[in-house]
């Protein structure tokens, strides 16, 4: 089933129907579905779909010129730049709007040094005078200063995140609400696992079915990722094993990787940009100065690997699939479901605030200091201020749970009228 | 009928028994945590010996062999500060779960022989009763309606400047 992301197909659409050219960038992480968002789009349309690998830039031109040639009569050239295939590129004559797409443009900034520049050089030289709309797509959300005013000046910038909670309501809608979340807080919107999902049997049979039927893909499939991506697969994989685990605090994952702090920044913030980790501050607080930055994992498939793949290859190389699915399913209902309760719910109130607490917020997020107390959400307006607290399986006594929350809020400098909430399971 | 018991050895070893005989016999060893898939209000209590027997509405009958035994062998509060491991000592107590019944049951976790006694006499069995969630003894909710939302359903309680969304 192909999942459609609207929003982001008409906002394409909207600049392609423009009469002038255009180009534009599509970020999204590894595997999140930017390929297929972009043949989904270009399906009824004129399209050079230029995918870019690693090989040696001279190899990599030939084969888009011979791609191109296919299409429309133009004399191959010997090419050593991606200045020079540009070039070539505007020869070709567009009668008819044409969409142009360098997927994986990252990989072509590896192997070519400053091509963006040089893509920014005969844009305005040449290429904008053609009937064309550009896109690069790109797992890596990061530029130069050089690079910067590329992407003021482009026409969209679009950041395609993972399909979310909802596709597995639309893809599996006769299982239970309760398994729905399951499944999600386990595979996320992997596709290539939840396909696999047979409802006429239990979740747990479900489960145990996936994990040792595709076993060589799951474990390939974290390896794919990071080889792909780092040259240092060791340390990254440490650092993501560290955020998996709960350690979300800089300080955090430094001791549990038995590093100083400083020592982590680069990789952290390549991790950001590689969209695989999110770096989130309490609300009021400045995102780049906020001393209170916390890390997680965005994708669940990614933080089931993580948790549960990685730390157990042992259990899955000797074929103890029952003690690995056991396990697995000891992780899923102690630590990733309510990890996913929380942000489902959080994500639900955000959208829904009113409807739950009869005002339109100013202001809605997470708050937390250094007392490592935080509060799940915290929403405003000019009179009220709710402090919420989600909790898959609240403890019994929900009075405490009160009068913790209550005592939490005192960190929370306001003078507005205060009322607290709770969010949790049947 | 079947009876789903999962029982999880002092080893972390998980073993589920799927219970289908009118009648069933399942050893308890110490540290095992016992799960019944069934809420403690839908069971009556009855001992014999060392053992516990739960009698089921449907005739149904568990017998969890040397379970009061274990009870009794549990860990107290009286440990000396050098062996209080909590982890420790929780992996090797021996417990008894049933499926949570609302946000304020209290008796769906025995994990010592007084809290079994009491429900063996009775006298929680009708605090259970009284616990529901609109008439809770320890705090006074009121169930204020159901909200739909996204599809979703949310049965809200409140009290004062507290308000409880539970998703069903």
């Known amino acids: 089933m192909l999942l459609k992301r609207e929003l982001e197909l008409k906002t394409l659409q909207e600049d392609f129907i423009k009469p002038v050219s255009s180009f534009l960038f599509i970020f999204g992480r590894k595997q999140v579905g930017k390929t297929t968002f972009l043949q989904d789009y270009t399906k009824d349309k004129s399209t050079l779909f230029l995918s870019c690998i690693e090989v040696l830039p001279h190899l990599l031109f030939e084969s888009f010129q011979k791609q191109i040639t296919q299409k429309y009569e133009q004399a191959t050239t010997n090419i050593e730049t991606f200045g020079d295939f540009l070039l070539w590129l505007t020869h070709l004559s567009f009668t008819k709007k044409t969409v142009i797409i360098f997927d994986d443009f ?314 607290f909430a709770l969010f949790s399971c049947h | 009928m079947s009876i789903k018991i999962v029982i999880k050895d002092k080893n972390l070893m998980v073993k589920e028994h799927k219970v289908v005989e009118r009648y069933y016999e399942c050893v308890i060893d110490y540290g095992d945590w016992i799960f019944i898939e069934e809420s403690q209000k839908n069971v009556k209590f009855e001992t014999e010996n060392e053992d516990l027997l739960l009698l089921f509405s449907s005739d149904d009958t568990i017998v969890l062999k040397s379970l009061l035994k274990r009870l009794k062998e549990n860990p107290n509060e009286n440990i000396p500060a050098q062996f209080s491991d909590m982890g420790l000592i929780n992996q090797l107590s021996t417990k008894l779960e049933f499926v949570k019944n609302d946000l304020f049951d209290e008796e769906y976790f025995i994990k010592d022989i007084d809290k079994l006694n009491s429900l063996l006499n009775g006298k929680s069995q009708e605090k259970v009763t009284a616990s529901v969630l609109n008439k809770s003894v320890k705090f006074q909710y009121e169930k204020q309606e159901t909200l739909e939302v996204e599809n979703e359903t949310f049965e809200v309680y409140k009290e004062g400047d507290f308000t409880i969304y539970l998703r069903t």
């Open chain 1, 106 to 419: 990252h990989t072509l900034c590896k192997i070519q040094k400053a091509c963006l520049e040089e893509f920014y050089k005969q844009w305005n030289n040449h290429l904008k005078q053609k009937n064309i709309q550009i896109i690069f797509s790109s797992s890596i959300d990061s530029h130069t200063k050089e690079e910067a005013i590329v992407y003021q000046n482009a026409s969209k910038r679009i950041v395609l995140e993972a399909f979310g909670y909802e596709a597995i309501k639309t893809i599996l809608p006769e299982i239970s609400k309760e398994d729905q979340l399951k499944l999600f807080a386990l595979f996320g919107t992997h596709f290539n696992s939840i396909k696999h999902y047979n409802t006429s049997k239990s979740f747990e049979q479900n489960v145990s079915d996936i994990l040792r039927q595709h076993q060589h893909a799951i474990v390939q499939q974290g390896w794919y990722l990071l080889k792909s991506e780092f040259a240092e697969t060791a340390t990254y994989a440490s650092i993501l094993y560290a955020i998996a685990n709960g350690n979300n605090k800089i300080g955090e994952i430094a001791q549990t990787l038995g590093v100083k702090s400083s020592y982590l920044t680069r990789y952290l913030q390549k991790l950001n940009e590689m969209m695989l980790i999110k770096k989130r501050v309490p609300m009021n607080e400045d995102f780049a100065y906020s001393k209170f930055g916390r890390y997680t994992l965005e994708d669940n498939f990614l933080r089931f690997w993580f948790k549960c793949v990685y730390v157990n290859l042992a259990l899955y190389e000797q074929n103890s699939m029952s003690k690995f699915v056991d396990t697995v399913l000891q992780t899923l209902y102690t630590e990733l479901l309510p990890q996913t309760f929380q942000t489902h719910m959080y994500e639900m109130i955000v959208r829904n605030f009113e409807t739950f607490f009869g005002y339109q917020p100013i202001q809605v997020g997470s708050w937390w200091n250094n007392k490592d107390q935080p509060i799940d959400v915290v929403a405003f307006n000019d009179s009220v201020v709710t402090f919420i607290q989600l909790q898959y399986q609240a403890s019994s006594n929900s009075k405490q749970i009160y009068e913790e929350l209550k005592q939490k809020s005192e960190a929370f400098q306001t003078v507005l009228n205060k009322q």
